[in-house]
């Protein structure tokens, strides 16, 4: 593929937020789009638009079954995929304690099976054709956690460590990989895919609440504008450029440093001991 053609993008959760922003953007640079959401519907109005260019397709990625015939569906209608965005997501606030052992295993369902599944169905392609550009859409949470957020941090972590080993993966292959973690933005995500765990115990309202009042208070007006962030997606793919990590956001670039300063001061202070633990 020459570098004026263009880019054949499938992307999960396109109904809004990051997913719809970058449905719109890569339409606007003159790429092929399949987009994919739980209700169809919602992008009808795009579709309207640009029918030549952009296919509508439903998929829940938490039915893992129904994965396959989707992507099978989506190399049809173009004849290809160039590049792959898994982006479907939703939010957990609750305590460990708080949260079930059902509320962690949806969101690991949403938040790491799902797109683990979109992979495994898209790989062979990938390979096939010795091309192809893997987005992940991680998070902040994934940087470093927050009170409240366990579950949800802890299924993008998983899906953070297995981009790792994906890139490596498929570095030999020709295939780039991708995470991209953001910061807050202004996406409908709090408001939207954000629910609370069904327990709430009195101990936790100046931690896990807390944070989930912190977030409800500052829906709609986070820093970060998503068609900006698809934009930088959208030239970063088109550059043929593929860093393994792509921080969104002035929070999250700081929230990067912080924590890499962090972890380095813990290390050093017990550095010592730490390797004492080596010997016969």
Request: proline content about 5%; hydrophobic content about 45%; overall charge neutral.
């Amino acid at each position: 593929m020459s570098s004026a053609s263009p880019r054949v993008w499938f992307i999960t959760g396109a109904s809004s937020g990051f997913g719809r922003a970058l449905t719109e953007v890569a339409l606007s640079q003159g790429d092929l789009v399949v987009s994919t959401a739980r209700n169809p519907d919602s992008l009808a109005d795009l579709a309207a638009r640009v029918p030549d260019s952009l296919r509508v397709l439903p998929l829940d990625v938490t039915q893992a079954a129904s994965i396959p015939g989707v992507v099978q569906q989506a190399i049809a209608e173009f004849g290809r995929i160039d590049v792959l965005v898994n982006n479907a997501g939703r939010g957990l606030i609750g305590s460990v304690e708080e949260t079930s052992d059902a509320e962690t295993r949806a969101i690991f369902e949403t938040n790491f099976f799902g797109p683990a599944a979109v992979l495994r169905a898209l790989l062979p392609h990938f390979r096939e054709r010795k091309a192809g550009h893997i987005v992940q859409m991680g998070a902040a949470a994934a940087i470093a956690n927050y009170a409240g957020f366990g579950a949800y941090g802890a299924a993008k972590g998983a899906l953070s460590s297995l981009t790792e080993s994906l890139a490596q993966e498929l570095k030999p292959l020709g295939i780039r990989v991708t995470l991209v973690e953001p910061g807050p933005f202004r996406t409908d995500f709090v408001g939207r895919s954000m629910t609370r765990a069904a327990t709430s115990l009195l101990d936790y309202a100046n931690t896990s609440a807390r944070f989930g009042q912190y977030l409800a208070k500052i829906d709609g007006k986070q820093p970060g504008n998503p068609i900006l962030a698809a934009e930088a997606i959208v030239k970063l793919v088109h550059s043929g450029e593929a860093p393994l990590r792509f921080v969104l956001g002035r929070y999250a670039i700081d929230k990067t440093r912080k924590t890499f300063a962090a972890r380095e001061r813990e290390l050093a202070q017990h550095e010592a001991a730490g390797a004492a633990c080596d010997g016969p």
